[in-house]
């Protein structure tokens, strides 16, 4: 079952930000919470604690996310420039 993926204000005014500087990141962005639809949960996301809000790590990326299941909604929170993970 695909989700829908909302992107709050807050992200939309980072992404417009990104998309300005390095449409590379830009794409990968786009690409990941394209990919968030069908996997809420991947590999690189991090739950912070029990709150139900969710980080994934991207090379210099990190995006803020939450998952509402009964409403089949990712929520994206914040997307900001990060160090990279190793």
Sequence with gaps: M?????????????LARIRA????AFASIRQALSALADQPRPAQ??????????RLHL???RILYEIDEAASTVYVINVARGAARS
């Design 2 to 14: 695909s989700l829908t993926v909302v992107v709050q204000e807050t992200a939309l005014r980072a």
């Design 21 to 24: 500087e390095d449409k590379d």
């Design 45 to 54: 996301a991090v739950a912070w604690g029990g709150s139900g809000i969710y």
């Design 59 to 61: 090379p210099g990326i």
